[in-house]
Antibody, heavy 127, light 108 residues
């Protein structure tokens, strides 16, 4: 069964770059029907989508974070990486890696939800 | 930009009761791109419903989704102890994801 696992430092200093890796196991990141995304959740708050990437490198971001975020994929090691620059305390959150399921049929995209989530990793921005 | 509003913010019910959760979109959306998630305390979210009414794999049939346009509903027909959690609706469109603020279902 496909699993996602986030990894990275639990604490980042203000103004620095947050860098997290999502490792996909028991599955192929190069599947043509999946996008791989990052979603975060500040303490006691709701979910915020950060961005998603296709194995080919096609990527789209939340406009509110676009100026600071980059997501990349390394198909050789089945990993997706998130980088968030110039972090502040407002970036303190649990960061989830997740799989977006869908399919293309006759030119149309069919969305099947975010069906696999990693357990999440807590990142605290503090000096 | 689509904005999702969920109501009520908190729903206090007893096990065995029916829960009805609402999700309203700021403009008409296709139900094909509307999903619901459950998040238990300390856990990652779990997909319940996609396409507004299609249950995800392994989801019990006490969970059902309905709606169209700007109004969508998640119904839990009889609450089990493990159903007390926070529920989020979510829309995907124009390569963007939007989540609602969530409805907490707690034990009365």
């Amino acid at each position: 069964q496909l699993q996602l696992q986030e990894s990275g430092p639990g604490q980042v200093e203000p103004s620095e770059t947050l860098s997290l890796t999502c490792t996909v196991s028991a599955g192929f990141i190069t599947s043509s029907v999946f996008y791989w995304g990052w979603i975060r959740q500040p303490p006691g708050k709701g979910l915020e989508w950060i961005g998603s990437i296709y194995y080919s490198g096609t990527v789209y971001y939340n406009p509110s974070l676009m100026s600071r975020v980059s997501i990349s994929v390394d198909t050789s090691v089945n990993q997706v990486t998130l980088k968030l620059r110039s972090v502040t305390a407002a970036d303190t959150a649990v960061y989830y890696c997740a799989r977006q399921n869908g399919d293309y049929f006759r030119g149309d995209y069919y969305y099947y939800g975010i069906d696999v989530w990693g357990p999440g990793t807590t990142v605290t921005v503090s000096s | 930009e689509i904005v999702l509003t969920q109501s009520p913010g908190t729903l206090s019910l007893s096990p065995g009761e029916r829960a009805t959760l609402s999700c309203r979109a700021s403009q008409s959306v296709s139900g094909s791109y509307l999903a619901w998630y459950q998040q238990r305390r300390g856990q990652a979210p779990r997909l319940l419903i996609y396409g507004a009414s299609r249950r995800a794999t392994g989801i019990p049939d006490r969970f059902s989704g309905s709606g169209s346009g700007t109004e969508f509903t998640l119904t839990v027909s009889r609450l089990e102890p493990e159903d007390f959690a926070v529920y989020y609706c979510q829309h995907f469109g124009s390569s963007q994801f939007t989540f609602g603020p969530g409805t907490k279902v707690d034990i009365k």
